[in-house]
């Protein structure tokens, strides 16, 4: 028993100390040392991480899409909250059950690629990262047709952060030219969102239009 607590905690040690090395050499674009699954999450197997991985979230999941679901009820459902109360608030836990379940699911499908694909390739391939994130998508399916489209236009500006970080860390790109596209996407964007409002605001969503309204008035 003693010699298996041993082993667990030399690789448990090892682990520690390529993934240190690892996060240390990845600003500076250098490879590092493959780290295989049996040190990544010794000493469970591949299938016994992805579940546990899928169940943790759970609980930071409800945290989040509670409120989210909640506030809109709140601000712009209230009368219907006191005429129908039984159905608004199954139709609330239904909607939440169904995000809970897409980011529990996202979480499984992600790290189960990456085992997966670590394996075959026997690397830390960027290709089993990006197929790894391609693939979690489909647990949108889960969700409502409106809530993929708000999760892809939330994502949009993350991706787009995340790629001029990249660049402005290898001094590609300065940080004034970021500054400059940014504001001029702000007001490409702007002007298109409130020419809609002004003359096509049937095309806004209900709820985004109500506070656009609160806000801005009708003119």
């Given at each position: 028993?003693?010699?298996?607590?041993?082993?667990?905690?030399l690789i448990q040690t090892?682990?520690?100390?390529?993934?240190?090395?690892?996060?240390?050499?990845?600003?500076?674009?250098?490879?590092?040392?493959?780290?295989?699954?049996?040190?990544?999450?010794?000493?469970?197997?591949?299938?016994?991480?992805?579940?546990?991985?899928?169940?943790?979230?759970?609980?930071?999941?409800?945290?989040?899409?509670?409120?989210i679901h909640l506030i809109?009820?709140?601000?712009?459902?209230?009368?219907?909250?006191?005429?129908?109360?039984?159905?608004?608030?199954?139709?609330?836990?239904?909607?939440?059950?169904?995000?809970?379940?897409?980011?529990?699911?996202?979480?499984?499908?992600?790290?189960?690629?990456?085992?997966?694909?670590?394996?075959?390739?026997?690397?830390?391939?960027?290709?089993?990262?990006?197929?790894?994130?391609?693939l979690a998508a489909l647990?949108?399916?889960?969700?409502?047709?409106?809530?993929?489209?708000?999760?892809?236009?939330?994502?949009?500006?993350?991706?787009?952060?995340?790629?001029?970080?990249?660049?402005?860390?290898?001094?590609?790109?300065?940080?004034?030219?970021?500054?400059?596209?940014?504001?001029?996407?702000?007001?490409?964007?702007?002007?298109?969102?409130?020419?809609?409002?002004?003359?096509?605001?049937?095309?806004?969503?209900?709820?985004?239009?109500?506070?656009?309204?609160?806000?801005?008035?009708?003119?």
């Amino acid at each position: 028993m003693g010699k298996v607590y041993q082993n667990e905690h030399l690789i448990q040690t090892n682990f520690r100390f390529n993934k240190k090395a690892a996060i240390e050499n990845v600003d500076d674009g250098k490879p590092y040392e493959y780290i295989p699954c049996y040190q990544n999450h010794a000493p469970r197997t591949c299938l016994r991480c992805c579940g546990m991985h899928a169940i943790k979230v759970i609980l930071p999941s409800c945290a989040i899409y509670i409120p989210i679901h909640l506030i809109p009820i709140l601000l712009f459902k209230r009368k219907l909250l006191m005429e129908h109360p039984k159905q608004v608030l199954l139709q609330f836990l239904k909607n939440c059950s169904l995000s809970v379940l897409f980011l529990s699911s996202y979480n499984l499908i992600f790290v189960g690629t990456l085992c997966i694909g670590t394996r075959w390739c026997k690397k830390d391939s960027e290709l089993v990262g990006y197929a790894s994130g391609f693939l979690a998508a489909l647990a949108s399916l889960f969700e409502k047709a409106e809530r993929r489209k708000e999760f892809t236009i939330y994502c949009f500006p993350r991706v787009f952060e995340l790629i001029t970080n990249y660049y402005l860390k290898r001094d590609v790109i300065s940080e004034k030219c970021i500054d400059t596209l940014v504001v001029l996407l702000f007001m490409l964007s702007s002007g298109a969102m409130m020419y809609l409002y002004q003359n096509q605001p049937k095309f806004i969503k209900t709820t985004f239009l109500s506070l656009m309204r609160r806000v801005f008035g009708v003119n």
